[in-house]
């Protein structure tokens, strides 16, 4: 999938049948925003509005993740959102590990083509892609590194509907990713300044 553009992966997610769940789905879901984001958000799976609309975060989930985005200056067309499974599992049951490794190929390559500085993972099932051992409530808001990309793990919006508690973390989470972005933009720009190069040899 290496060569494929993002268009082309989108087209391909459209008409998948790699796994089970395209014999339930009513839409694929690709994901949506900017192709040249320097965040990207990765949920879990679509549910019932995303299935039928085929857009992601569309529902009550969809809208509390709208506001969080606009309590830091940024909206929807400015960030990459899309989920580990693209296809609605059946009663937003949890998917399934051959579902996740069925689907995998297809969120590998558009993390490889948006390149993001940060990607904030929305859930467990994101989360354990990069950090397969751990517990969201012990690591979520924390960035760590990987290469080039920083990746921040936190709760799920829905999480906050169900458990109100949960909200006000969610939020301050949310709240750290400017600073994280601008840190990971100061790292690149000394690396490419050829004075700030010489200042480290000196
Ligand atoms: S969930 Fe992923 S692998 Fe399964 S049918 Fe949908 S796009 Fe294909």
Redesign the pocket.
């Known amino acids: 999938m290496i060569e494929l553009t993002m268009a082309e992966v989108e087209d391909q ?1 459209r008409g ?7 014999r339930t ?1 009513t839409n ?1 879901v690709p994901g949506e925003g900017s192709r040249s984001a320097e965040i990207m958000f990765i949920g879990e799976a679509p549910g019932f509005h995303e299935d039928r609309n085929g857009e992601p975060f569309v529902g009550a989930a969809g809208k509390f993740l709208n506001e969080m985005l606009e309590s830091i200056d940024l909206d929807r067309s400015s960030v990459y959102i899309t989920n580990v ?3 609605r599992p059946p009663g937003n049951r949890d998917p399934l590990p051959d ?1 996740i490794a ?2 995998s190929t ?1 969120i590998d390559r558009q993390i490889e083509l948006i390149n993001p500085k940060v990607v904030v993972t929305l859930g467990r099932f994101s989360m354990s892609r990069w950090f397969p051992k751990e517990r969201i409530s012990r690591i979520h808001g924390r960035p760590q590194r990987f290469g080039d990309i920083t990746v921040v793990p936190m709760y799920h919006p829905a999480a906050a509907l169900h458990q109100g508690s949960l909200r006000a973390t969610i939020e301050a989470d949310m709240k750290k990713l400017p600073q994280i972005v601008a840190q990971m933009q100061a790292e690149e720009d000394e690396r490419e300044d050829p004075d700030s190069e010489q200042m480290r040899l000196f």
């Open positions: 997610i998948c049948k790699l796994c089970d769940l395209s789905r694929a499974v693209k296809c579902e069925a689907c297809y």
